[in-house]
């Protein structure tokens, strides 16, 4: 019964997988159609704030959250990829990442991807890197800079899949 437990548990984080990833692909091939035969160029609204640094409560960096730098690299007038590195602690230092696409308006978006929260050694002997999804999130930006983003992310560990709450504030500049 346990294993079966196990199974129902590794197909529903496969679920999610393929979920995502497919929702990736098809925000990037429909960038890709609406583009023309030109380059898009940045507008200067939407290139006025690029970098955020925020702390995230939980997410990435588990209990104690994380300190995170990303960067918004647009590539159509209303979605691009978001690129981000953090460090987080728990006993000792360690980084996290995570690449996402990002749609939606200058100040209200959404956001899905993927991110890596290394923890070997962090946790002591036995720990593992931990693949987290996020499906999907919610970033505002005010026109002041004020950054505020909330977001699950699914995750699991071999043995079991669980979901992992997040929030976020920062500035963006």
């Given at each position: 019964m346990h294993k079966l437990l196990n199974v129902r548990k590794l197909f529903f984080m496969r679920r999610i997988l393929n979920i995502s990833i497919a929702l990736c692909f098809l925000a990037l091939s429909s960038m890709a159609q609406v583009q023309d035969s030109t380059k898009y160029t940045p507008t200067i609204a939407r290139t006025e704030r690029l970098t955020s640094v925020y702390y995230e409560l939980f997410g990435l960096g588990f209990f104690f959250g994380s300190v995170n730098l990303d960067r918004?690299?647009?590539v159509s007038p209303?979605?691009?990829l978001v690129f981000r590195i953090g460090l987080g602690a728990y006993g000792t230092p360690f980084l996290v990442g995570e690449i996402d696409i990002r749609a939606g308006g200058p100040n209200h978006s959404f956001e899905a991807g993927l991110g890596?929260?290394?923890l070997i050694g962090a946790l002591g002997e036995g720990?593992?890197?931990?693949l987290m999804i996020r499906p999907f999130g919610y970033r505002f930006l005010g026109n002041n800079g004020v950054v505020f983003r909330v977001a699950p992310y699914f995750f699991s560990d071999g043995s079991e899949t669980m979901w992992w709450p997040s929030a976020s504030l920062g500035y963006a500049f």
């Open positions: 918004y690299v647009p209303n979605m691009g890596l929260s290394p720990s593992q890197p931990y």
